[in-house]
């Protein structure tokens, strides 16, 4: 279960760190979506900041052992972002395509659940 959350987490860090980069980076590209004014550019650039925080503190608490408890805890802020992001993307598409983004931020709201819950509950990193 151990290598299994920490695959996961890896992969969730991976995508929150990309994500919150093209967020706080290329907002012209972002802007091209319609639901891009849902909020104004430096809220986007806040999230963007936000999932980069969360992507480092998914790692480096629990590799270095030094206050390992951020690591349930910036997995929950990410699966619950991810679920806000995933009612404002729902708002302009619900269709399953890989170009939707809501696909993509409801798997990280649930792998971000997984790590959440398996670093708090099943094997917490001590």
């Known amino acids: ?36 004014g849902a909020l104004p550019r430096a809220g986007w650039g806040a999230l963007g900041g936000f999932e980069m925080v969360c ?3 998914l790692i480096v608490p629990a590799a270095t052992k030094w206050m390992p408890v951020l690591t349930p805890f910036a997995a929950a802020a990410l699966a619950l972002e991810s679920l806000a992001l995933a009612g404002v993307y729902s708002r302009y598409s ?12 409801v798997a990280m709201a649930l792998m971000a659940a997984f790590v959440a819950y398996g670093r708090y509950a099943l094997r917490p990193v001590a």
């Open 55 to 57: 992507a480092v503190l």
């Open 1 to 36: 279960m151990n290598i299994l959350l920490w695959v996961v987490q890896v992969a969730l860090a991976v995508l929150s760190f990309a994500g919150g980069a093209y967020k706080v980076f290329s907002f012209d590209e972002l802007a091209k979506m319609p639901a891009t």
């Open 94 to 105: 619900l269709k399953l395509t890989a170009t939707n983004p809501l696909v993509w931020v």
